[in-house]
């Protein structure tokens, strides 16, 4: 048996057998390069990152107001002090007020010494050099102790982490200029049938646009990934193991879409047996039954289903998590919500189904979800209407308006 095949595959496997085979199989790149941080969003960490200062470095005010000592005042009265300064952000104070005295101050700067509170300019009367407090006045408030967010070489963020926006705010605060990431994936992608037409051209009889590299260039659109559009192949075993065998040399990761399920001019399974290793094809699922996986000499490949929602759902159910593996990214968990469905959903047990379904939350706070349209898999305008899978467990005979269903919202980031 070769590294990355199972036993023969006698039935479709489900969903999370597929999953668990594409990562067991696939082994995470090692490469990884250094990036200034404002290209990191979307890289996966490939060390650590620790704090090298206190933040804030200094303790500082939380308000626009005034700072002082509280000591000898009572807040239960009005009082007076005398202002001897300011303490700008950025610009801070220099010195000690005394007993007596405060110091002028804005969000963001340095608590002067000796300074214990800082009280909100809206509670006070500002005199010429005097500034008037009213009672009830509370002490040692509004003050951002030093280190407050995070301390010096504590460890900020772990690697695998995928970078999200506010992971680079963080950095940013922290004076980390540049991150140690996981190199680019290198992933081509291809199309194939003898029926696509490019954009742009005039559609002959039994001619349709090829919109499924359109569709994968923006599932693809990831700061991890380095993509390139392989084109169109004909349907023609030969032209596709030429395309599989070069491309193969060049990237990580290869997709194709369509030929994989069981047509005459249905070349992918047969030609990955030819000129790599196959570790699966066919699903108990709906749409995406006939999607191959597998490798060609070091490059991993996918055979999506031709048909347009096939291409979306196998995309995110196993590639997407697939290419994360490969990249050695944490595996992201699935957003799932339980949610009243407002249509009644027509299936049939056997395969597990991902409709496409229109989620909205009430006033109430319940979710509703309604099927997007007719749930055929060539129907992408029905795709683009909805933003989540309503997911239909194996044995599910149907659904009825009012019950409740599992829906996973198309776009999350946990
Ligand atoms: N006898 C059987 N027929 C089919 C089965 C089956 O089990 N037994 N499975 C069906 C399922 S499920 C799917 S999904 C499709 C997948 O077939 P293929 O992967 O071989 O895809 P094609 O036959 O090449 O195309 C299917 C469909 O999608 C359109 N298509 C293909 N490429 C593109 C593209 N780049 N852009 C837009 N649309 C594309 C193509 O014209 C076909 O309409 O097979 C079922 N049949
Ligand atoms: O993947 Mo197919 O589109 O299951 O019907």
Redesign the pocket.
């Known amino acids: 048996m070769n590294d990355i095949c199972f036993p023969p595959q006698n039935t479709l496997l489900t969903a999370e057998q597929a999953l668990s085979r594409i990562r067991q199989t696939i082994q995470p790149i090692s490469g990884s390069e250094t990036v200034a941080l404002s290209l990191a969003l979307g890289r996966t960490l490939a060390e650590d990152v620790f704090a090298a200062i206190d933040m804030p470095p200094q303790r500082n005010a939380a308000m626009d107001g005034y700072a002082f000592a509280a000591a000898g005042l009572s807040g239960n009265a009005d009082f007076s002090l005398r202002m001897v300064g300011t303490s700008w952000a950025g610009k801070p104070f220099v010195g000690t007020p005394d007993q007596g005295e405060c110091v002028r101050i804005f969000t963001g700067a340095v608590v002067p010494d000796g300074a214990d509170s800082v009280v909100a300019q809206e509670q006070t009367h500002a005199g010429a050099d005097c500034v008037r407090f009213s009672a009830p006045c509370l002490f040692h408030k509004n003050i951002r102790p030093a280190g407050s967010d995070f301390k010096a070489e504590e460890k900020l963020l772990h690697a695998p982490r995928k970078l999200n926006p506010r992971d680079i705010g963080l950095l940013a605060a922290a004076g980390v200029a540049a991150v140690k990431v996981k190199r680019r994936l290198r992933i081509g992608f291809f199309?194939?049938?003898d029926?696509?037409a490019p954009l742009g051209s005039e559609l002959d009889i039994g001619q349709?646009?090829?919109?499924?590299?359109y569709?994968l260039a923006a599932l693809l659109a990831d700061p991890s990934f380095e993509i390139n559009d392989l084109g169109?192949v004909k349907?023609d075993p030969q032209a596709l193991e030429a395309m599989l065998v070069s491309a193969a040399a060049h990237h990580d990761a290869l997709l194709s879409?369509?030929?994989?399920?069981?047509?005459e001019?249905?070349y992918?399974k047969q030609v990955l047996e030819k000129c790599g290793q196959i570790n699966f094809w066919?699903l108990a699922i709906?749409?995406?039954?006939?999607l191959a996986f597998g490798k060609i000499g070091g490059c991993w490949f996918f055979?999506?289903?031709?048909?347009?929602v096939?291409?979306l759902v196998t995309y995110h159910k196993f590639v997407k998590p697939g290419l994360d593996h490969l990249l050695g990214a944490l595996p992201r968990p699935t957003l799932e919500l339980r949610a009243r469905s407002e249509s009644e959903l027509r299936k049939v047990p056997g395969r597990c189904e991902y409709q496409r379904g229109i989620l909205k939350q009430g006033e109430n706070g319940e979710f509703t979800v309604t099927a997007a349209g007719p749930q055929d898999?060539?129907q992408l305008k029905v795709a683009s209407m909805a933003n989540c899978f309503i997911v239909l467990d194996t044995d599910c005979a149907g659904v009825s308006r009012g019950d409740w269903v599992l829906v996973e919202p198309f776009s999350i980031d946990l």
């Open positions: 199309s194939t049938g029926e696509l349709i646009y090829d919109s499924n590299r569709l169109v349907d879409t369509g030929g994989a399920s069981v047509g001019a249905d992918i066919k709906k749409p995406g039954k006939p055979g999506l289903p031709g048909n347009p096939a291409v898999s060539h």
